[in-house]
């Protein structure tokens, strides 16, 4: 995909989108506008095409500019792979001064074959940032003119910083795997039932609180995009009957132009509590359209449900009316309110960040009449919430660990910094278990005390 300002404005109003088709019903131009320079944007467009593309885990992933760019984004999300560890390796041109001004194409030439020649990765994706697409570096041609000596795909993605925020960054990595991966190779076998899993990246190794379910169900996830993913596996995901978007809106466009192309429907679905995990699996056996799995699906909820609620009804006990405001962004914005919800927990307040028209609907159907919605929250803001609501505890991502604790309530990350698997029926459990552990931790009673010195002496 070569960033033409008309492809990048296809990008920012993807239809696929809800705030797009809210955005042109109210002449609203929000998805248009350019990051604003000194305000903190939450990442740029190379991070976010970073952060899509990564955790497929046996290519490499090399940065074509100054070794800041890598730093800047490298082992930022917990993306677990199941094999190879090659993802994890930082790659970078590590662009100098002079190259900055003699250009910087040999540099990338050669920094490809030495990455196929040392490291043998099954293919090699090539990022641009602001300074090489300033300067104008083809990584384009370089690809193809690498590809062809090396034997490897390499695969250029256009994602300088400067073109916007890191959602859009998201779907230009999107672009990449559509224009130059999906489609480039064919399955040894095909089913009725194979899916791809669309916008999930196995934070924490959360895929694999997924994937038995799917299996017990005869339901094969032909491709995971890109959590724990292999090259190949992404190259054979056109052959899918279905399509199931985990963040609905970061990679929107993939599920879109599948649709299109090769005729692949696709749904939206959250694996964080209870009744999302359900719904879950039964819109896809529904989508894949045969009585048999959406009976097995039924027993297969039944039985999880059951055990579940035995494993969990020790932690309900204990966590059953506890106040929490959650301050997260997406989909996640009435996920975690309804796995909240499903442990007998009150969600005084929640924001709407990054959420979409129909995640705003959901979050006010699951917070009903009473609860809070911020659109944007600071610390500040935060806090007096969290006092105006009397909240327990505060659910958000790591950031915001501070907040909590000049509030002088637990924490819990919720973010992609965390190392715990919150996502399907077991992640529940696991969910659960923190939330007791932070709540009831002896440490908040110190921390809550008067210091010795403001007791009077009786
Ligand atoms: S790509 Fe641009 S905005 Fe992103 S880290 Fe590099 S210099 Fe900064």
Redesign the pocket.
């Known amino acids: 995909m070569i960033a033409t300002q008309g492809k990048i404005n296809q990008l920012l109003t993807e239809s696929g989108c809800e705030h797009n088709q809210h955005s042109q019903k109210k002449n609203n131009k929000s998805c248009r506008q350019q990051a604003q320079p000194g305000a903190a944007q939450g990442?740029?467009?190379?991070?976010g095409a970073m952060i899509a593309l990564v955790p497929i885990t046996d290519a490499a992933h090399l940065v074509h500019?100054?070794i800041?760019?890598s730093g800047?984004?490298w082992g930022s999300r917990g993306s677990l792979s199941s094999g190879s560890s090659l993802y994890k390796m930082g790659f970078t041109t590590d662009l100098t001064e002079n190259d900055i001004i003699f250009g910087g194409e040999k540099r990338l030439y050669k920094a490809i074959l030495e990455i196929a020649d040392k490291y043998n990765p099954k293919a090699v994706f090539v990022y641009a940032?602001?300074?090489t697409a300033l300067i104008g570096d083809d990584i384009d041609a370089i690809c193809k003119i690498a590809a062809k000596k090396t034997g490897l795909p390499v695969i250029p993605v256009n994602?300088?910083?400067?073109v916007g925020s890191k959602n859009l960054g998201n779907r230009i990595g999107g672009e990449a795997l559509l224009d130059h991966v999906v489609g480039t190779a064919e399955p040894a076998y095909t089913t009725s039932y194979d899916i791809n899993l669309i916008g999930e990246y196995n934070i924490a190794g959360e895929i694999w609180n997924i994937l038995p379910l799917f299996d017990k169900l005869g339901i094969r996830v032909l491709a995971k995009i890109t959590g724990d993913a292999r090259y190949q596996e992404v190259a054979c995901a056109h052959r899918a009957k279905l399509n199931i978007m985990i963040c609905s809106k970061a990679l929107i466009n993939m599920g879109r132009k599948m649709e299109e192309k090769y005729n692949i429907p696709y749904i939206e679905g959250s694996f964080y509590g209870v009744e999302d995990v359900n719904q879950c699996l039964r819109n896809t056996a529904e989508k894949l359209g045969n009585i048999n799995l959406q009976w097995r699906t039924e027993k297969l909820i039944a039985e999880e449900t059951a055990a579940l609620d035995v494993a969990l009804a020790p932690y309900r006990d204990r966590l059953k009316g506890k106040r929490v405001v959650v301050y997260t962004g997406g989909v996640k914005s009435w996920s975690i309110v309804s796995a909240a919800k499903d442990l007998g927990m009150e969600v005084t307040a929640t924001s709407t960040k990054k959420s979409t028209e129909e995640d705003k609907a959901r979050i006010q159907q699951l917070l009903g009449g009473n609860g809070i919605t911020l659109e944007k929250g600071n610390p500040e803001e935060i806090l007096r919430i969290i006092k105006e609501t009397n909240a327990d505890m505060l659910i958000a991502g790591g950031r915001n660990q501070y907040t909590a604790l000049k509030a002088r309530i637990p924490f819990l990350d919720i973010n992609q910094e965390r190392h715990h698997r919150y996502a399907g029926y077991v992640g529940m459990i696991e969910m659960a278990r923190e939330l007791d552990e932070a709540l009831h931790s002896p440490v908040w009673e110190q921390i809550r005390k008067s210091a010795p010195w403001k007791v009077k002496e009786k």
């Open positions: 990442g740029c467009a190379f991070d500019g100054p800041a760019c800047n984004s940032t602001c300074v994602s300088a910083g400067f």
